[in-house]
């Protein structure tokens, strides 16, 4: 987990009463295609679970903000790629770094509608698979539906996950189990680009 996930989640533990607000901030700028590479989304609901296994954040909250969070960051990426299309390669951070959009604009092509439900829950896709779909004009109605749904899952699974792992690390102090939350998420990013390599080289 990066500096600023683990900063993030100590502010919460000092502060519940901004933990809804935050989550969902968080989850919105990791699902915004101009924002995912700022906001640690995945990492804070994980160690938000942490803070579920203490009981120093309710669970139903934290999932909620996840998932209005997620849901929103794709529905704006989405309207953006129908209203503005061909035109978001000239600006930043297209035109220095095309081949973020240049994946997003493969995959949908690869998959389709459930290219949406399937890129919540890979990194390099989740927010640039929403803006190529508005880009390649998807119908309204198949996007919001697979982003609903793939938001009622993607939040819900990562609280849960860290509420488990926490539970499982025992006594542990915060910093001991943010640590190997890190050290899980790094893994798993690992296994996800690997995946992406092979579904991409396909």
Do not use: C
């Not at 989640?9 to 519940?16: D, L, R």
């Not at 160690?47 to 203490?54: K, N």
């Not at 803006?131 to 609903?148: D, W």
């Amino acid at each position: 987990m990066d500096y600023l996930a683990a900063q993030t989640i100590i502010f919460i533990k000092a502060n519940p009463e901004w933990s809804v607000f935050v989550i969902g901030l968080t989850a919105f700028g990791e699902s915004f295609v101009f924002l995912s590479l700022l906001f640690p989304g995945t990492a804070l609901l994980i160690a938000a679970g942490t803070l579920v296994s203490e009981g120093a954040l309710n669970a139903i909250p934290v999932i909620s903000a996840g998932i209005i969070g997620a849901i929103l960051g794709d529905m704006v990426s989405f309207w953006l790629g129908r209203k503005f299309g061909p035109a978001l390669t000239r600006i930043w951070p297209f035109r220095e770094h095309p081949e973020r959009l240049g994946r997003g604009v493969t995959f949908f092509q690869q998959f389709g509608g459930s290219s949406v439900f399937i890129g919540r829950f890979f990194g390099p896709f989740r927010a640039a698979v929403p803006l190529a779909a508005g880009m390649m004009r998807m119908q309204p109605l198949p996007f919001y539906t697979a982003n609903i749904l793939s938001a009622l899952i993607w939040a819900p699974a990562l609280v849960l996950f860290g509420d488990r792992l926490a539970r499982l690390l025992g006594q542990e102090n915060l910093t001991t189990k943010i640590l190997t939350i890190g050290i899980t998420i790094a893994a798993v990013a690992v296994l996800a680009a690997w995946v992406r390599r092979r579904v991409l080289s396909r």
